[in-house]
């Protein structure tokens, strides 16, 4: 079956390391991959995507990585602040039929402490 | 920053009732989907909608449910006769002539009683 995992366990990390989540799947082969930063009641906002041809993509203070081979993607959060406490989502563009469906892991929680 | 506005930000209906959420999307956006959220849950997929029309739809996008875009500005979910496991925050979305990164609306949500 196709699933989209990643860690259910909240990530606590010290403000000023970084954060790395991961997003794992099987059985799927995403054109690209997304993340997405989501807060309590709150939709969620887009951050990144990434290609399949590509390896790593940055903005900021934030560097996503996509291995295909693996089927792995690694989000990093440099320099954390409290600020960055949500829950981060990856999702993967999923084909259904003739079209292609946003489909969304369960997320991660990252909670950065002063 | 243009973006997604839905309304009401919370809709308490009985067991039965029929609810219609409604959406704004980004004016020049052109595919509209509407995902839902379960407490404590992941977002899940309920269905896309491109060219005045549905494109995809989720088994959870069953006969009680539809979509419309009654006009050019909105876009509105309906469910028909409400179950208690309708319960969830309703989110829409919006993409451009990309079709990639989606843009949520701060979403509604519904508590059936």
């Known amino acids: 079956s196709q699933k989209i995992e990643q860690n259910s366990e909240a990530l606590n990390i010290q403000e000023g390391k970084t954060a790395t989540l991961t997003c794992n799947y099987t059985?799927?082969?995403?054109?690209?991959l997304q993340w997405y930063r989501q807060d309590p009641g709150r939709g969620p906002v887009f951050l990144l995507l990434?290609?399949?041809?590509?390896k790593e993509k940055r903005k900021e203070r934030l560097k996503v990585t996509f291995d295909t081979t693996l089927k792995q993607s690694l989000f990093h959060i440099t320099a954390s602040q409290p600020a960055d406490s949500a829950t981060y989502l990856c999702?993967?563009?999923?084909?259904?039929?003739?079209?292609?469906?946003?489909?969304f892991g369960r997320g991660t929680s990252l909670i950065v402490h002063p | 920053e243009p973006e997604v506005t839905q309304t009401p930000s919370h809709q308490v209906t009985q067991m039965g009732q029929e609810v219609i959420l409604r959406c704004v999307p980004i004016?020049?956006?052109?595919?509209f989907y509407w995902y839902r959220q379960i407490l404590g849950q992941k977002v899940e997929f309920l269905v896309s909608?491109?060219?005045?029309?549905?494109?995809?739809k989720s088994e959870i996008f069953d006969d009680q449910f539809s979509v419309e875009r009654p006009d050019g500005s909105n876009f509105t979910l309906k469910i028909r006769s409400t179950k208690l496991e309708d319960s969830a925050m309703y989110f829409c979305?919006?993409?451009?002539?990309?079709?990639?990164?989606?843009?949520f609306g701060s979403g509604t949500q519904l508590s059936v009683l």
């Open positions: 999702a993967l563009r999923v084909a259904s039929g003739g079209s292609y469906i946003p489909t």
């Open positions: 059985n799927y082969s995403p054109a690209y």
């Open positions: 979305a919006s993409t451009g002539t990309d079709n990639e990164k989606l843009f």
């Open positions: 909608f491109y060219n005045n029309e549905i494109s995809e």
């Open positions: 004016s020049n956006h052109l595919y």
């Open positions: 990434i290609r399949e041809n590509e």
